[in-house]
């Protein structure tokens, strides 16, 4: 295989092809009968999908820094370049984005029934932008990238989604627009203190590397940024636009949603928040504020979960307890908490994703969500009763499983910086399988009473398509997840060195205060 990539030049091209080859796809899908739609659609993610496989032989474990990387000229006036590259931390996001995209739109063949070809056009479109956020290496066409998601994913959740779509649309768009806004307003900043120091503009992300930045600078930019990417992940109390949205949203866009849209905030904060703020980012209050949020975002919204009646609600406030892992393993600030991280990232893309696509199979057959009208499903349904308990195992994180690799290193790190904190996160994993396990029973364990529930048709063929692979992915990362940690260990622990090379947090902000004291001294003087 590495033979076959070396051949064909494949680390020069792929990256831009994954960026544009959906883009090509909207353009086949506009231009198609609306029947085919659905066909040109699924055939574009799938060769976009086949061509990210190579990055698993192309990426090499032994290097650090981005690869792959390409940069042309976009905006000279203003320093701006279309650049590319890809490292281990990005490597995984972009695999998961262009998997789990070929499957949501496998699985909305029979969801979608009305303006088709807008529908994959955006689905597309949302492709494109994601992965062009992962790869990206220019801020300023990261900023692009980030905010042009926003776009099909309003109208994915406002033209198809349910009773509420509206206000639901309306507002994911002001929450993650309100946050992006304030990001805006830092990266200018940086682009004007890298333009004084170099004497030309640039937005490039080594360049924003190399910005020296007072301590008290660093917390206003690492609070800009940090409020963007939490809106997005979402970190609690900013949780609040992710259960409207994924309920109302189409079964394709919920899978979406939860499997990578939510890894941008995330992914922000080991791409921007840990290298660019250091200090800040060691500050005790900062971590100490971060931890507790993931913390309660934990507990809280796991208790919350156990008490919806919506199947669909449920799952989705399991992302905001799954995602409050990813937080304190990012903020444990150490090798095992981040991979942890990372892990639990690819996890929660796998299971939550599937068990969208699990209730929307579900919906498509029975025409609710009510986890009461349900029972017994097992009975008649088998093999839909065994993905779904794979996928239940999973989430919970039962060892064996994809979730307890995550969720064990996640613990693990932040226990070697803050064991109270990884103590009384353990709890989580209780509450998930309180919530997860009984409407697991109700729904396919209990007694069979239920006359519409005794039709329930067995997985179809494209169901089995769907579903094999991603509790295959499940079970595999459980058992080995060794591939995975290799190739992104060199990212992460660069990250950590780079937060660790600077001083702590208290010592610098003190040194600044010093020299502000000094300088107003002077002054009087």
């Known amino acids: 295989m590495t033979a076959l990539l070396e051949t064909t030049g494949y680390t020069n091209w792929i990256l831009h092809a994954l960026v544009w080859l959906p883009v090509l796809g909207i353009a086949l899908v506009l231009g198609a009968e609306e029947r085919k739609a659905k066909t040109i659609a699924f055939w574009s993610s799938m060769v976009v999908l086949v061509l990210s496989l190579g990055l698993w032989w192309a990426f090499d474990p032994t290097i650090s820094g ?80 980030f905010e042009l998601t926003l776009i099909p994913m309003y109208f994915i959740v406002g033209v198809w989604g349910g009773e509420r779509r509206i206000y639901a649309a309306i507002k994911f768009f002001l929450y993650t627009a309100f946050g992006s806004l304030l990001m805006l307003v830092g990266i200018l900043y940086l682009f004007y203190q890298v333009k004084s120091v170099l004497g030309v503009p640039s937005f490039g992300y080594v360049d924003f590397l190399g910005v020296p930045l007072t301590g008290t600078e660093q917390l206003w930019l690492f609070a800009a940024f940090a409020l963007a990417f939490s809106i997005k992940v979402p970190v609690f109390p900013l949780h609040t636009w992710l259960p409207d949205a994924h309920v109302e949203a189409p079964t394709p866009g919920s899978v979406i949603l939860a499997a990578v849209l939510l890894k941008m905030g995330t992914y922000g904060f080991l791409r921007f928040l840990l290298p660019l703020f250091p200090v800040a980012a060691q500050h005790p209050v900062i971590v100490m504020t971060m931890l507790i949020l993931g913390l309660i975002g934990i507990i809280y919204t796991a208790l919350v979960a156990a008490v919806q009646p919506d199947a669909k609600k449920l799952v989705a406030y399991t992302s905001v307890a799954h995602m409050g892992f990813v937080v304190l393993g990012v903020f444990a600030l150490t090798v095992n908490g981040l991979q942890g991280g990372l892990i639990v990232m690819i996890s929660h893309g796998l299971s939550t994703g599937a068990l969208f696509l699990l209730l929307g199979m579900l919906y498509e057959r029975r025409h609710t969500r009510t ?18 308990v794979i996928t239940a195992l999973a989430s919970i994180g039962v060892p064996g499983t994809s979730g307890f690799i995550g969720e064990f290193l996640t613990l693990l790190g932040t226990f070697e910086t803050h064991p109270v904190i990884a103590v009384l996160a353990t709890f989580g994993v209780i509450f998930a399988a309180y919530y997860m396990l009984p409407m697991v029973q109700t729904i396919f364990f209990n007694k069979l009473e239920i006359p519409e529930n005794q039709d329930v048709k067995d997985l179809t063929r494209r169901e089995i398509t769907i579903l094999a692979p991603l509790c295959a992915l499940m079970i595999w990362i459980g058992w080995n997840p060794t591939p995975f940690l290799d190739r992104m260990e060199l990212s992460v622990r660069a990250v950590i060195e780079r937060v660790e090379s600077v001083k702590p947090a208290s010592q610098a902000l003190g040194e600044v205060g010093e020299k502000t004291n000094e300088h107003q001294a002077e002054e009087a003087d």
């Open 371 to 388: 986890i009461a009208d349900f029972g017994g499903i097992a009975r008649v349904a088998p093999w839909f009763a065994t993905a779904f």
């Open 66 to 145: 981005f690869q792959m990387e390409s940069t042309a000229t976009w905006i000279e006036a203003w320093g701006v370049n279309y650049s590319l590259g890809i490292d281990g931390i990005s490597l995984f996001m972009v695999m998961l984005t262009t998997f789990s995209t070929s499957l949501a739109v496998l699985g909305s063949f029979n969801y979608i029934r009305v303006r088709e070809r807008a529908f994959y056009a955006l689905m597309l479109l949302l492709e494109a932008a994601v992965v062009g956020v992962f790869v990206a290496t220019d801020v300023f066409l990261f900023y692009v990238f």
